[in-house]
């Protein structure tokens, strides 16, 4: 019996084993890119004397980062690594950033990014006003995914309260992505700060935790550390097993390294990551939680057409956008909705939705919308009778609709809608693609919807395809959600759209 006890607890202990993933991360406050007296060669030859899987930088130019990327490489002899950037914002008031920054802040690793997204956190302080963050998901050797954040939080003494905006900020984000996270970044403030107490209530200081050896990271006279202002923190999921910094002089800060195991949770990658070697690059993504439209992102209303009735409820409820309920036995039209600012689909790209609750009538419609303009777009609606619903595809140029395809619409079945930007120059591919997911596919949060969280790793079919028409401007392109009726109807319904998400799945600068 003993034996085979032992025999139990030894095959536990490989499981266990097994399904975990070893983890090293470093982060750095570069001094503006390795400004004299220090410089990039000796950062990356510290940087590759530990041995990571990921780098966090801070203070570096967008310019340098191919720099890094190629030292790290060459002083690791491989062609793994690869990295992203996102900038800060010098001047500008949410959610437009006027004059962005060559400093910025990035992810290097030599595992694959599934996606990138970079976001600007708005708290003023005496440099800039808003700084970048750059959210990294990466697939590890296993495929298990975890989500790496760069920052680089307001300066000096007199910031105290914008990090603390910050944080909150932040972790309003940052708390809500799933999978293992791992945030790394210079915050400028002390362990017993607010802004740094904020993230430690929800997230593990590695070095508080688990350090050894002197913790201090910053030298006032760059020459004697004596604070400790820079951290990594992770969720659970990750065990941190030790951390350290360095004793190197390449920096006005020095390096903190944590190792970690992390529990492993294999992924399927969205359709369109293999598509890049640096992963999609997400512009805007909404689930529509919380009580009230997120004005940043959702900033307009109706602009496929004229004819907005605001009196058409529009609200945001349960998770979702709900539209209605429409109108009944209403003559003329009553159109709603939500539409976004504008951006720039040059590269190979999308815009999806899931339509969760559609419309019942031939004069009730659910609609999709990526538009130039009100007089040029592209749209997937849906409309039809009970017993004959469905949803179809049709372009508008010069203020004249051109119907493209159909596909039968089940009301019990919610699906994906996307709209993708093909453009592939080395193949003579420029085109619009309208695509379906091919079946329902459960969240990873238990409810049902045409893709998951992580931007659909659902199957989609594609319904219909044309070259690109240069009256749609793909380089200014705003998304539409919208219901409504054009005449009668007697039960139209209401209309409920989730998940939205906008990306390059091809983006042509990281």
Same mark, same amino acid.
């Given at each position: 019996m003993k034996t085979i006890a032992l025999l139990l607890v030894l095959f536990a202990s490989a499981s266990n084993a097994a399904a975990q993933s070893a983890l090293k991360v470093l982060t750095l406050n570069?001094?503006?890119?390795?400004?004299?007296?220090?410089?990039?060669?000796?950062?990356?030859?510290?940087?590759?004397?530990?041995?990571?899987?990921?780098? &966090?930088?801070?203070? %570096? %130019?967008?310019?340098?980062?191919?720099?890094?990327?190629?030292?790290?490489? %060459?002083?690791?002899s491989t062609t793994a690594w690869h990295g992203a950037a996102a900038r800060h914002c010098v001047s500008g008031d949410a959610p437009v950033c006027s004059s962005p920054s060559d400093e910025a802040v990035m992810v290097l690793s030599r595992f694959p990014f599934i996606e990138i997204e970079p976001r600007l956190i708005w708290a003023r302080d005496d440099f800039l006003a808003a700084r970048g963050v750059l959210r990294a998901a990466l697939q590890l050797d296993d495929r298990t995914i975890v989500q790496a954040f760069a920052c680089h939080l307001p300066a000096l003494a007199d910031a105290v309260g914008a990090r603390a905006?910050?944080?909150?900020?932040?972790?309003?984000? %940052?708390?809500?992505?799933?999978?293992?996270?791992?945030?790394?970044?210079? *915050?400028?403030?002390?362990?017993?700060?607010?802004?740094?107490?904020?993230?430690?209530?929800?997230?593990?200081?590695?070095?508080?935790?688990?350090?050894?050896?002197?913790?201090?990271?910053?030298?006032?006279?760059?020459?004697?550390?004596?604070?400790r202002i820079?951290?990594? *923190? +992770? +969720?659970?999921?990750?065990?941190?097993?030790?951390?350290?910094?360095?004793?190197?002089?390449?920096?006005?800060?020095?390096?903190?390294?944590?190792?970690?195991?992390?529990?492993?949770?294999?992924?399927?990658?969205?359709?369109?990551?293999?598509?890049?070697?640096?992963?999609?690059?997400?512009?805007?993504t909404d689930d529509f939680e919380g009580g009230a439209r997120d004005l940043s992102k959702w900033p307009g209303g109706v602009l496929s057409g004229t004819m907005q009735d605001v009196t058409?409820?529009?609200?945001?409820?349960?998770? /979702?956008?709900?539209?209605?309920?429409? *109108?009944?036995?209403?003559?003329?039209?009553?159109?709603?909705?939500?539409?976004?600012?504008? &951006?720039?689909?040059?590269?190979?790209?999308?815009?999806?939705?899931?339509?969760?609750?559609?419309?019942?009538?031939?004069?009730?419609?659910?609609? *999709?919308?990526?538009?130039?303009?009100?007089?040029?777009?592209?749209?997937?609606?849906?409309?039809?009778? /009970?017993?004959?619903?469905?949803?179809?595809?049709?372009?508008?140029?010069?203020?004249?609709?051109?119907?493209?395809?159909?596909?039968?619409?089940?009301p019990s079945a919610p699906r994906t809608l996307r709209i993708r930007h093909d453009n592939r120059p080395a193949a003579g591919i420029d085109d619009v693609v309208f695509e379906l997911s091919a079946a329902p596919v459960a969240t990873p949060d238990g409810t049902i919807g045409a893709a998951n969280a992580s931007g659909g790793a659902a199957d989609y079919v594609e319904v219909y395809r044309e070259p690109w028409d240069a009256r749609i401007d793909v380089r200014s392109l705003t998304f539409e959600l919208k219901a409504g009726t054009s005449d009668k109807e007697s039960s139209p319904g209401t209309v409920v759209w989730d998940n939205f998400r906008a990306a390059l799945a091809r983006p042509s600068v990281r």
């Open positions: 570069t001094n503006h890119g390795g400004q004299a007296p220090w410089s990039v060669a000796n950062q990356v030859a510290a940087i590759v004397a530990q041995a990571p899987d990921v780098v &966090f930088l801070q203070e %570096a %130019a967008v310019s340098q980062l191919d720099e890094y990327v190629s030292g790290i490489n %060459a002083g690791l905006t910050w944080v909150a900020a932040f972790r309003a984000w %940052a708390d809500t992505v799933r999978d293992v996270r791992i945030i790394g970044g210079d *915050f400028n403030d002390r362990p017993s700060s607010p802004a740094v107490a904020a993230m430690a209530s929800a997230y593990i200081d590695a070095w508080g935790s688990a350090g050894s050896g002197g913790g201090a990271t910053h030298a006032h006279d760059n020459r004697v550390y004596t604070s820079d951290y990594l *923190f +992770s +969720s659970s999921g990750a065990e941190v097993l030790s951390a350290w910094v360095p004793d190197v002089t390449i920096s006005d800060h020095r390096p903190v390294v944590a190792s970690y195991r992390v529990a492993s949770n294999p992924a399927v990658a969205p359709v369109d990551a293999a598509a890049s070697p640096a992963g999609e690059l997400v512009l805007m058409l409820p529009v609200a945001q409820s349960g998770g /979702a956008v709900v539209i209605g309920p429409l *109108f009944a036995n209403a003559s003329g039209f009553h159109y709603n909705g939500a539409s976004s600012p504008p &951006f720039d689909l040059t590269d190979s790209g999308y815009a999806q939705v899931d339509l969760v609750q559609g419309v019942t009538g031939e004069a009730a419609n659910a609609m *999709f919308t990526v538009a130039g303009n009100s007089t040029n777009f592209y749209r997937i609606y849906q409309t039809g009778a /009970a017993g004959a619903q469905r949803l179809a595809v049709e372009k508008k140029l010069d203020d004249t609709k051109y119907p493209l395809a159909a596909a039968p619409y089940d």
